[in-house]
């Protein structure tokens, strides 16, 4: 056995935490983060390579630049579906090793394809497809973290690793509008492309004209995946009290490379279905897509599992028999799905809303294709957001710790509701105007706002899962609700992006204002009334 494999793990006893636990755990925790964070970044890359794309004059329109992004957002949330199984199956350090170590094919692969402006566009969905790992990562790190901790951290702990590793969105929309101004890998990395359109950073605008490296925004990535990889491999460990039977770490390697390929199956079946042609067939909506995509998954895995796995994907299934599972899912979509949903969708929506004057013919018929001089600079904008929701994540948990996570969600809840109504509201009067940025400020204090919910809620709906549920359950149910959850990535997209292209962008926030109001007496019902089964958890 490996010295990295821990088989005496007791973290509920207090004198074993402060002697021997608290420091492996957070040691574990530590390097767990930065990983999560890298996991996030390729994940959510596709949001602002969209926007540089149509700056760039890639030949694809709007609508199917979105579709870049939904799929980036789909594949992600159906690779959490096996992820939230692999800590169990083949350990937290050998997991966390190698799905972090994936991320350089996307990574690279990205840099690749984005040299080449002619080449179709089921090139780009694929390597969309592809970074859909980066957005796995985050069920099996949950899962992972959540056994290392005793019950009354489990808030502190999960906010952390998940506030922290959200930063990877918030990271990335500042580093790759950096880094794509720069020759990164010098000849080697390619020629640049001149920007058509004006572009943007954290600092401001970059002016058409300006030479832009596009393909840096997958090549960098490489320079903080290989190091960590080897930190993840010497530096964290597997729990044989959460992981008994894992093999050796090639066999362990083994199952996580077998599981995560069964993901692509269902998802690239799905997508074909659902994706208009040349693509696809264009058979389904999305409402349709997303349910036969989570049952096929879920089919593919139970069917697929052999030996002593078909045990344990058996004993991970059990987490379906309990409505908690069902509440919570609900209540995490609220949060983490809005948070990552509104991070894929918003840079290129607020590109078509903002940045374009809408002004009607000489039919009065309004028209969205006139450039708006006084756009804001999206990729100046676009990453407060998810900064303000990743910041405010730990602040979520630690909070619930003290006064109870349902509370906490409630209040959330309500603030959602408003906020969305009033966020389709300023969309709608933005786009029917000629002069668009002067709503600008009011959508962006708005989405700010939301993100600040959504951002205490991951951390508050973690909490409630660490408390409800016991150790071997509640790392699949956190990689459960956070797989359904992570739909959002594919959800706003495409409904914000539909919403805009009918010409009625307010429709998909009041909808979503409509859900949350939902979702606020659910909690209020399970979790808050008088006579509820488990209070204010």
Not at 317 to 325: D, R
């Amino acid at each position: 056995m490996s010295k990295n494999d821990i088989q005496d793990w007791r973290p509920e006893e207090a004198a074993f935490w402060e002697k021997t636990g608290k420091r492996i755990a957070y040691r574990n925790l530590w390097l767990s983060i930065p990983a999560l964070l890298c996991g996030f970044a390729v994940w959510g890359m596709w949001g602002i390579i969209a926007v540089q794309m149509l700056n760039l004059g890639f030949p694809f329109s709007q609508a199917q630049l979105f579709t870049l992004t939904a799929i980036a957002g789909i594949a992600g949330a159906t690779m959490r579906i096996p992820a939230s199984f692999l800590i169990r199956l083949a350990g937290g350090r050998n997991t966390i090793f190698l799905t972090t170590s994936m991320l350089l094919a996307p990574a690279i692969g990205t840099g690749i394809v984005l040299q080449h402006k002619d080449w179709p566009l089921w090139a780009f969905q694929l390597m969309a497809l592809w970074s859909g790992v980066g957005g796995g990562n985050f069920a099996s790190s949950m899962s992972n973290i959540s056994g290392f901790f005793p019950k009354r951290l489990q808030g502190t702990a999960l906010g952390l690793n998940a506030g922290l590793g959200n930063f990877g969105v918030t990271t990335m929309q500042i580093v790759i509008p950096l880094v794509m101004t720069l020759p990164l890998l010098g000849a080697l990395g390619g020629a640049p492309e001149l920007l058509l359109k004006d572009s943007g950073w954290i600092f401001g605008k970059i002016a058409a004209g300006t030479p832009t490296w596009i393909q840096n925004a997958g090549f960098a990535w490489v320079f903080s995946l290989v190091p960590l990889g080897a930190l993840c491999w010497f530096g964290m460990n597997n729990l044989k009290t959460v992981s008994p039977a894992t093999g050796s770490p090639l066999v362990a390697f083994a199952k996580i490379t077998y599981l995560y390929s069964l993901a692509f199956v269902p998802t690239i079946f799905m997508l074909w279905l659902y994706l208009p042609k040349p693509t696809g067939l264009g058979l389904l909506n999305m409402w349709v897509a997303i349910p036969l995509d989570i049952v096929m998954a879920l089919t593919v895995m139970r069917l697929a599992a052999f030996g002593e796995m078909k045990e344990g994907v058996k004993k991970q299934f059990a987490i379906f028999g309990n409505k908690h599972t069902w509440a919570l899912t609900a209540l995490y979509i609220v949060t983490f799905g809005s948070f990552i949903g509104f991070s894929m969708a918003l840079p290129l929506a607020m590109k078509v809303i903002f940045g374009i004057s809408h002004v009607p013919d000489a039919g009065g018929v309004m028209q969205h294709t006139l450039n708006n001089p006084n756009a804001p600079t999206v990729l100046a904008y676009a990453w407060i957001g998810p900064f303000v929701g990743a910041a405010v994540r730990p602040v979520g948990g630690w909070i619930s710790d003290k006064v109870g996570g349902s509370i906490v969600t409630q209040v959330i809840s309500a603030v959602m509701v408003f906020a969305s109504v009033a966020v389709g509201y300023v969309m709608q009067q933005a786009y029917g105007s000629a002069t668009p940025e002067q709503f600008f400020p009011a959508f962006m204090g708005l989405m700010v706002l939301l993100f600040a919910a959504s951002g205490v809620g991951n951390g508050s709906t973690f909490r409630s899962v660490g408390v409800i549920f016991d150790r071997q359950q509640a790392g699949p149910v956190l990689g459960w609700t956070s797989a359904v959850a992570a739909y959002g990535a594919f959800i706003a997209p495409v409904l914000i992006g539909e919403q805009i292209k009918a010409g009625t962008p307010q429709l998909a926030f009041y909808g979503f204002a409509a859900f949350y109001a939902v979702c606020l007496v659910l909690n209020w019902w399970f979790y808050l009334r008088r006579g509820a089964e488990i209070k204010n958890p």
